[in-house]
């Protein structure tokens, strides 16, 4: 079975700095991998998604994401942080049909001015 | 588009009552889900349907029931709500039972007392 880590739990970065999350997979092949992210009190949005191809993916709001297939790892970057960024985010690996996505714990990021 | 809709949007219960949790897409979606929000567990799948019709269920679907009579609605169903279940539901669908993005509702926070 899939799995997904995500070892940060709580992010502090200030307005204008890089970001990166990191998300760690295990899955026997090659896997579908989605950054979500959650405002408070709103649903999840999709980021980004990889399915294949160029393992540098480009998403939604300035986020990009590199899978880099020899350390299962999938993270999310953004060059500069912008306070509306603060957030969680989850990470998300997918096999087989939609219905084995499995989420991360996520990760809480704090955005200070 | 209203996208996806959960109502209520807080529900307070006691221990064996009984409620619906309501969810509704117009996007005409075929794929329609189910998880459970828990503080440090990220998103956990409870059950999921391919169509109207067809229901399976997820990684957690113990005191939940659901059916699905049309494309457009998936209710959740708590037969004798247990303080375990305290949780923020959140209702998602998608076009087809791929990888295609899924839409996730506003969420519904729900306390058994």
């Known amino acids: 079975a899939q799995s997904v880590t995500q070892p940060d739990i709580h992010i502090t970065v200030s307005e204008g700095a890089s970001l990166e999350l990191r998300c760690n997979y295990s899955?026997?092949?090659?896997?579908?991998l989605f950054w979500y992210v959650q405002s408070p009190g709103q649903g999840l949005q999709l980021l980004l998604k990889?399915?294949?191809?160029?393992?540098l993916v480009q998403g939604i709001k300035g986020f990009e994401a590199e899978f880099k297939r020899s350390q299962s790892s999938f993270n999310l970057r953004k060059p500069s942080v912008h306070w509306s960024d603060a957030a969680e985010y989850f990470c998300?690996?997918?096999?087989?049909?939609?219905?084995?996505?499995?989420f991360g714990t996520g990760t809480r990021l704090q955005v200070t001015l | 588009n209203a996208g996806v809709t959960q109502t209520p949007k807080f529900q307070v219960l006691k221990t064996g009552q009984s409620m619906t949790l309501q969810c509704a897409q117009d996007?005409?979606?075929?794929?329609m889900s189910w998880y459970r929000q828990d503080p440090g567990m990220g998103l956990r799948l409870i059950h999921y349907?391919?169509?109207?019709?067809?229901?399976d269920q997820g990684e957690v679907p113990n005191g939940y029931n659901v059916s699905r009579s049309t494309t457009e609605d998936f209710p959740l169903r708590l037969l004798s709500a247990a303080p375990s279940q305290t949780s923020v539901y959140f209702c998602?669908?998608?076009?087809?039972?791929?990888?295609?993005?899924?839409?996730f509702g506003p969420g519904t926070r729900l306390l058994v007392l």
């Open positions: 998300a690996v997918g096999a087989g049909t939609a219905s084995k996505l499995t």
């Open positions: 990889y399915f294949s191809g160029d393992t």
């Open positions: 998602a669908s998608s076009y087809g039972t791929g990888w295609e993005t899924q839409y």
């Open positions: 349907s391919v169509g109207a019709g067809i229901t």
């Open positions: 899955y026997g092949a090659t896997p579908y």
């Open positions: 996007m005409n979606h075929e794929y």
